[in-house]
């Protein structure tokens, strides 16, 4: 019939014992009889199954140094838990080559960031597919460009903007305001570059008609302008807008209007 799990655990036969309890699932079990065998290697991949950090622990002080415990791992080509070894014991460098070997792009990028090396950093990032921290990274060393690229890739256009404005790059960083739905800060750069007509649009939606009204000056739309003066009781800029289309009347009649009578006076005198 053969020798049952519990014969074997009798007999002192830990480790026999402990895989058999593996490879019927019972991981739990198979742990504690590890332990009980003093096979802490052993016991401390089981408790990883299982996610009990508190064990892990144990096991691996019971196994000696994080160093040690490292060792032990790569006898058997456990790269990861290698990795993770080093990291406890803040060997920066080593888990970096190792998570570099198991190619674990997210645990490389974060090892990479302890030490500072941010270039390296990125590029696992974005092998991990994590534009966002690559961004960061790329931040960091002041390559705004690289950043860009990566908050644009992202969607993430305030921040795209914010590093536009490092680059004084002020169309990109403008546009990237308005996709941000910040079109205070959009129409800024837009009226920087004197790209009014973009201007004109940021402004007709915030409905600040005194900055419309100057923006359609600066395109020579007079008659709009002449319009929205009007409309906002400023008489003399309504009366030079109407000057600028050559209408003599009409700018009499808004300087008078605004009480401007010397300025209307001297207009009759060029009828």
């Not at 790059?169 to 546009?175: E, F, G, H, L, V």
């Not at 289309?245 to 009649?253: E, G």
Request: one cysteine or more; charged letters at 30%; proline letters at 0%.
């Amino acid at each position: 019939m053969g020798i049952s799990r519990r014969n074997l655990e009798e007999l002192a036969q830990w480790k026999s014992a402990g895989k058999a309890w593996e490879k019927a699932k019972e991981i739990q079990k198979a742990a504690l009889v590890y332990e009980m065998g003093n096979h802490w290697r052993e016991a401390e991949e089981c408790w990883r199954i299982l996610g009990n950090d508190t064990k892990i622990e144990a096991a691996v002080k019971q196994q000696g140094t994080w160093e040690m415990a490292a060792h032990d791992w790569l006898k058997s080509n456990q790269i990861e838990q290698a990795a993770l070894c080093y990291e406890k014991c803040q060997d920066w460098e080593r888990a970096e080559k190792y998570w570099f070997q198991a190619n674990n792009y997210e645990k490389l990028a974060e090892v990479c960031e302890q030490q500072q090396k941010w270039q390296q950093a990125a590029d696992a990032y974005l092998k991990n597919d994590n534009p966002e921290k690559a961004a960061l990274c790329y931040e960091k060393l002041g390559d705004w460009e690289n950043a860009a690229q990566c908050w644009q890739k992202s969607w993430k256009w305030e921040q795209l903007a914010r590093v536009c404005e490092q680059q004084k790059k002020w169309k990109q960083a403008a546009d990237a305001w308005v996709k941000a739905d910040n079109l205070e800060k959009a129409v800024t750069y837009y009226e920087k570059i004197q790209d009014w007509e973009n201007a004109e649009e940021c402004w007709r939606k915030l409905s600040n008609w005194e900055k419309l009204a100057h923006v359609c000056e600066h395109q020579e739309k007079w008659e709009e302008a002449a319009q929205l003066w009007t409309f906002l009781n400023n008489w003399q800029k309504a009366a030079l807008a109407c000057l600028k289309m050559d209408d003599i009347q009409t700018a009499i009649k808004y300087y008078e209007k605004g009480n401007y009578t010397q300025e209307a006076n001297q207009l009759r005198q060029k009828l």
